[in-house]
């Protein structure tokens, strides 16, 4: 399977998508440590821009310290991915929010494109003195009116398994919200002598997640 190309490696793990359960940190897929948090980031219009937009360009990513290569894959695998459809109380499809047309690639604040369901990069963690490998899949995308981000699932070579999700939601009051959940292992007997590390590792950048978000806004207008 190493042999494989980055896009055609299957994630490691085996329950895809299921961050998004409401009872995560009660019923985390056997063997997984469940993780999930929801800080406020800042409030107003300006500030849910600009959040969302840099959530979905890896954005919180890239301004915590890690490298983001994306891997091309070819045209006829990304073309056929299933994008999921909102739909509003009525149940009436909700058209996507933000702003792409099937054959347009729309771009975030630091100039990178918006993810899409199917995409692959290349993470590179600092890890101390070193930068770790951590190649990543986007299993899903969320992308209704007040509430959008993604999730990414771990490939081969992460020094980890399991699956990650970053999103942001705007409430009536104008508020904005981050939450972050997760559900993770080492990937093999060699990282799990590294554990504590690891444990330390997530805590240190999940921080900076949070505050990726929570600084200025370089929009006109009022910033949270």
């Not at 899949?137 to 981000?149: A, I, K, S, T």
């Not at 904005?176 to 690891?198: D, K, Q």
Request: glycine share 10%; charged share 20%.
């Amino acid at each position: 399977m190493s042999r494989l190309p980055l896009w055609e490696r299957p994630v490691t793990y085996a329950a895809v998508g299921a961050t998004q359960a409401g009872d995560l940190l009660d019923n985390a897929p056997a063997g997984y440590r469940p993780y999930r948090e929801r800080v406020r980031v800042g409030h107003g219009e300006d500030r849910w821009r600009h959040a969302w937009t840099t959530v979905l360009s890896w954005g919180i990513q890239t301004r915590s310290g890690f490298r983001v290569d994306l891997v091309d894959a070819p045209a006829a695998v990304t073309d056929q991915t299933y994008v999921p459809v909102s739909f509003d109380p009525a149940g009436a499809p909700i058209a996507s929010q933000v702003g792409a047309a099937a054959d347009e690639v729309v771009f975030g604040p630091d100039g990178m494109p918006f993810v899409a369901p199917g995409s692959t990069a290349l993470l590179s963690i600092p890890f101390g003195p070193i930068r770790v490998p951590a190649p990543a899949r986007v299993v899903y995308v969320v992308d209704e009116p007040q509430r959008r981000g993604f999730a990414y699932g771990t490939l081969p070579g992460h020094p980890e398994e399991g699956e990650e999700s970053f999103i942001v939601e705007q409430t009536e009051d104008g508020s904005v919200w981050l939450e972050i959940s997760a559900f993770s292992r080492p990937a093999n007997g060699l990282w799990w002598l590294f554990y504590p590390v690891l444990r330390a590792s997530q805590a240190y950048y999940t921080r900076r997640y949070f505050e990726s978000l929570s600084g200025p806004v370089q929009s006109p207008g009022q910033a949270g």
